[in-house]
């Protein structure tokens, strides 16, 4: 685990955008997602395979 083995391929990530607001995303190892710089919404990455439904992203919380 000391690796970082990317979530999805790198080409995939660069040309992705969150589909709620366009912002760029990043990956987030721990709980795997990609997350938004922008809005903060998370989309889980199942065996490489993000979830890019809006109404199923997490969003940030506040507490
Ligand atoms: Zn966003």
Known sequence: MSDHEPLIAP???AIMQCPA???D???RLED???VCGSCG???AVRDGIPNMLID???LPSND
Do not use: D, I, K, V
């Open 56 to 58: 199923e992203a997490a």
């Open 21 to 23: 607001c366009t912002g």
């Open 11 to 13: 080409s995939l990530l």
């Open 41 to 43: 919404r998370a989309y």
């Open 25 to 27: 995303l990043s990956e």
């Open 32 to 34: 795997p997602a990609l």
